[in-house]
């Protein structure tokens, strides 16, 4: 059975600080993806990343930076000097490979202060 | 490009009522989702299909739903009759098996938000 973990429900910060939404996941499977969905307030769910089980490389892109760690099977998204248009529920994402759809996490919500 | 347009964007209906949501895909796109998004229950997926044909439907409520995909171009997610505890906002996506139907990049719309009195 795949499941997902999201253990933080709600984070507040203060702009310009930097943030961690954990993410912990569970499969059997050796060969899955793990994603991260952005939800603004707008309503829409928007993807932002995949990284497939055998890259444990991490990822930076601008301001957003995810760590993927097998050993504690734990895929965290950190985002560096937060702004408020960051504020949104964030959603982690597993694929793995007996499913053919995505497992979502409970979603945090993230709200950045002026 | 146009995105995933879904419709209504909003509907209020009183129960009994039969309630159609549609969807329009990404052309091109060979993979539809639909998923369901409450507080209690988080993101759910109802059924996908691919090139059209329904391949999951396990995680379909009850009898009440159903859903099609006539052609590559457009889907109804129909629920009759709704209930109150059918309020939610429901997402349509669809994603390209050629690049991402098995790697989870979908795309979704913006969402139908379902309230039913």
């Known amino acids: 059975a795949q499941k997902v973990t999201q253990a933080q429900t709600e984070i507040s910060v203060v702009e310009k600080e930097d943030v961690t939404l954990d993410c912990v996941y569970e499969t059997r499977d050796t060969t899955y993806y793990l994603f991260w969905y952005k939800q603004p307030p707008s309503g829409e769910l928007v993807f932002l990343i995949r990284r497939n089980s055998f890259d444990e490389q991490n990822e930076i892109s601008g301001r957003y930076s995810w760590n993927f760690q097998k050993s504690t099977s734990s895929f965290n998204f950190t985002i560096t000097a937060s702004q408020v248009v960051d504020s949104a529920v964030y959603f982690c994402?597993?694929?793995?490979?007996?499913?053919?759809?995505?497992?979502f996490g409970s979603g945090t919500q993230l709200t950045v202060l002026p | 490009d146009a995105g995933v347009i879904q419709s209504p964007r909003h509907e209020v209906t009183e129960m009994g009522q039969e309630v159609t949501l549609r969807c329009k895909p990404i052309s091109g796109h060979d993979y539809l989702f639909w998923y369901r998004q409450t507080m209690m229950r988080g993101l759910e997926l109802l059924i996908y299909f691919n090139n059209n044909v329904p391949i999951d439907d396990s995680g379909m409520p009850e009898d009440r739903f159903s859903a099609k995909m006539p052609n590559a171009s457009f889907s109804t997610l129909k629920i009759q009759p709704s209930e109150p505890r059918d309020s939610a906002v429901y997402f349509c996506?669809?994603?390209?098996?050629?690049?991402?139907?098995?790697?989870?990049?979908?795309?979704f719309g913006e969402g139908s938000r379902l309230t039913v009195l």
């Open positions: 996506a669809s994603s390209s098996g050629a690049t991402s139907g098995r790697t989870g990049e979908l795309f």
């Open positions: 994402a597993l694929l793995s490979g007996s499913a053919r759809q995505l497992t």
